[in-house]
């Protein structure tokens, strides 16, 4: 075999071999036990009782007209916010939907640390939830920006990012095309936790308070 044979052959050899390390790697990713989870919800969902996911020890107990044991897109999105152990982060621009009150509110009383931060303009429109959650004791903060608020992202434990078009309304439950995405990947996570970070920061009341060109926050 000629010099130059040799060379090419140990060319495809290499890139043949680090095509198969990289196509290792990612079936390894792809096929491990705990792979990170990816999915998809669409709305309007199905209306069917949500009773079994508050008190998951007694599911039959309930005796309200909707149907029963059926998983809707609504139920899936109830089941990873109640699935935060450690801390919530909301960003949602509007939220007035009561179940979703209802999780995060036993959320709270189960000590998992939460932070909501909804658009102030929204805050003050009848049906909001913050103040309920105010009440409850939940730190709640308002965007004072001069653009509206507009995300609906939450933040589960610092490892779930649920996120998309639907804000938490009952509306948008039940009646709208919407969309989220729920996801572990670290790579689209990551960029929410800081941008949730900065906003936090930003609309901290206590910093609104000291300035004498902005108004006071209403928290
Ligand atoms: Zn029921």
Not at 19 to 31: A, D, K, N, P, Y
Not at 134 to 154: E, L, N, P, Q
Request: aromatic share 8%.
């Amino acid at each position: 075999m000629s010099v130059m044979w040799t060379v090419r052959v140990v060319g495809v050899g290499l890139v043949a071999l680090s095509l198969s390390v990289e196509l290792l790697g990612w079936l390894r990713r792809r096929l491990r036990p705990g792979r990170i989870l990816n999915e998809v919800i669409f709305f309007p969902s199905e209306m069917a009782c949500v009773e079994h996911i508050f008190a998951p020890s007694s599911p039959y107990s309930c005796v309200c007209p909707l149907s029963h044991g059926v998983e809707t897109s609504f139920s899936r999105l109830l089941r990873h916010i109640l699935s935060a152990s450690s801390s919530l982060d909301l960003c949602v621009f509007a939220f007035s939907n009561m179940n979703l009150s209802r999780a995060v509110l036993a959320l709270h009383s189960r000590g998992v640390t939460i932070r909501a931060l909804v658009d102030k303009d929204y805050a003050a429109i009848n049906g909001s939830q913050t103040g309920v959650l105010r009440k409850a004791g939940i730190c709640v903060r308002y965007d004072v920006g001069s653009v509206y608020m507009h995300h609906k992202f939450a933040i589960v434990d610092g490892r779930l990012l649920v996120t998309g078009s639907l804000n938490w309304t009952l509306n948008a439950v039940q009646s709208n095309l919407e969309n989220i995405m729920v996801t572990e990947e670290p790579e689209l996570l990551q960029p929410f936790i800081k941008e949730f970070h900065r906003l936090w920061l930003r609309n901290n009341p206590a910093l609104h308070l000291r300035s004498k060109d902005q108004k006071p926050g209403k928290n």
